[in-house]
C-alpha cells in the first residue's frame, strides 16, 4: 500500500514569507510525528499528533511554528515569518499507534529559505 | 531527559568486514531503542528494535542486544556488503518522545 508521502518535495522561499508543508500517512495510522533533520544531525523531534489533536508539541522552537490535523488524517505544518535558520529537512512519520510503534518516515521536505 | 549518542563517522570498510556502530543512551523511565537506516536517496526506515533490556533486535544480518546495565544498544554486523552502505541512526522512545542520534555514515568498499 502507500506510504507516507509529503509535499512539496523541495520549498525555496524568501525570509519572512510564510510556507506550508504537507504529510499523508498511511491510511488508518492514527499517530502521527513531525521532525526537522539539520545537515548532518538526526532527527529532531517537533509535535506529535494523536488522532486530531496535538498530544506533545513540546519540540516545536518557538510560536512561528504550528501544525494541524484537522480530521485526524493529513497535516500540515506552518510556519510564519520564515528565518534563514528554518531551512532544514522537514520529516513526517506515522505509527499504528503511539509509543514504541514502529514509525514509517515520508522523504521529507526539503525547506530553504534565502 | 531522553538522549541518545552514537559514534561519529563517517565509517569506511572493506566488504565483508566486521561492522560495529556504538550507542549509548540517557533515559528516564524504560525506554524502547531502535536503529533506523537511510540508504542514498530514500526516506528513514526501522532496521531493527528492542523494547526491553536484554532484548536482542535483528534483521538483514545487523544485530543489537539492549544492555540496561551500559546503557548501549551497539549495531553489529559480521560481514557487511557494499549495499550495506547508508547513514544509521540509533533512537529511543519513553512513551511518545522520541529522540535520535546524529547519525553514521557507513561506506561499503568492494
Known amino acids: 500500500g502507500a506510504g507516507v508521502s509529503q509535499t512539496p518535495s523541495n520549498k525555496v522561499t524568501e525570509k519572512g514569507k510564510y510556507v506550508e508543508l504537507r504529510c499523508d500517512p498511511i491510511s488508518g495510522h492514527t499517530a502521527l510525528y513531525w521532525y526537522r533533520q539539520s545537515l548532518g544531525q538526526g532527527p529532531e523531534f517537533l509535535i506529535y499528533?494523536?488522532?486530531?489533536?496535538?498530544?506533545?508539541d513540546s519540540g516545536l522552537p518557538n510560536d512561528r511554528f504550528f501544525a494541524v490535523r484537522p480530521e485526524g488524517s493529513v497535516s500540515t505544518l506552518k510556519i510564519q515569518r520564515t528565518e534563514r535558520g528554518d531551512s532544514a529537512v522537514y520529516l513526517c512519520a506515522s505509527s499504528a499507534a503511539g509509543g514504541p510503534s514502529e514509525q514509517y518516515f515520508g522523504p521529507g521536505t526539503r525547506l530553504t529559505v534565502t | 531527559g531522553n538522549s541518545v549518542t552514537q559514534m561519529e563517522g563517517p565509517v569506511t570498510l572493506s566488504e565483508e568486514a566486521f561492522l560495529t556502530i556504538n550507542c549509548t543512551y540517557t533515559?528516564?523511565?524504560?525506554?524502547?531503542l531502535f536503529w533506523y537506516v537511510q540508504y542514498p536517496g530514500e526516506g528513514l526506515q526501522l532496521l531493527l528494535k528492542a523494547t526491553k533490556a536484554d532484548d536482542k533486535g535483528s534483521n538483514k544480518g545487523f544485530e543489537a542486544t539492549y544492555r540496561k546495565e551500559t546503557t548501549s544498544f551497539h549495531l553489529e554486523k559480521g560481514s557487511v556488503q557494499v549495499s550495506d552502505s547508508a547513514v544509521y541512526f540509533c533512537a529511543l522512545s519513553v512513551g511518545n518522545d522520541m529522540r535520535f542520534g546524529a547519525g553514521t555514515r557507513l561506506t561499503v568498499k568492494p
Open positions: 499528533f494523536q488522532g486530531t489533536g496535538a498530544a506533545d
Open positions: 533515559a528516564t523511565g524504560y525506554p524502547s
